[in-house]
Nanobody, 123 residues
Framework: QVQLVESGGGLVQPGGSLRLSCAASGTSFTLYNMGWYRQAPGKQRELVAEITSSGTTNYADSVKGRFTISRDNVKSTVYLRMEMNSLKPEDTAVYYC???????????????WGQGTQVTVSS
C-alpha cells in the first residue's frame, strides 16, 4: 500500500524554524520527483519546493533562501524533508507531500499526496 506520511508541522513564532518530514513507501519512489505544496485558507494549492530524482531543486520565489528541501533514497523508500527558517505569518498553511513520477522507465505516471500537516506562524 502506497503511503506518504508527513510529520513536523506545528505552531511557531515569526522568525522561527520548523522541519517537515515525509516518508514515501509502498512502491519504488526512487525515480519520482518529490515536492512540498501548501494550501492556505481560501487559496489554491501552490508549489513550495520540489526535488527531482537526481537531486535538482526548485523553490517558489516566496521561500527562496529560507526553505531547503532534501531527500534520502533508502531502497525503494524516499525520506523527504524541508527545513523552514525565518518563518512568516504568510507561510501559514497546510503543507502536503507530493510524489510525481514513474516506478520504472516503462511504467505509467502516477501522482500521490500525503494527508497534510498544519503549519501556523503566529505570535
Amino acid at each position: 500500500q502506497v503511503q506518504l506520511v508527513e510529520s513536523g508541522g506545528g505552531l511557531v513564532q515569526p522568525g522561527g524554524s520548523l522541519r517537515l518530514s515525509c516518508a514515501a513507501s509502498g512502491t519504488s519512489f526512487t525515480l519520482y520527483n518529490m515536492g512540498w505544496y501548501r494550501q492556505a485558507p481560501g487559496k489554491q494549492r501552490e508549489l513550495v519546493a520540489e526535488i527531482t530524482s537526481s537531486g535538482t531543486t526548485n523553490y517558489a520565489d516566496s521561500v527562496k533562501g529560507r526553505f531547503t528541501i532534501s531527500r534520502d533514497n533508502v531502497k525503494s523508500t524516499v525520506y523527504l524533508r524541508m527545513e523552514m527558517n525565518s518563518l512568516k505569518p504568510e507561510d501559514t498553511a497546510v503543507y502536503y507531500c507530493n510524489a510525481d513520477g514513474f516506478t520504472s522507465p516503462t511504467s505509467i505516471r502516477r501522482i500521490y499526496w500525503g494527508q497534510g500537516t498544519q503549519v501556523t506562524v503566529s505570535s
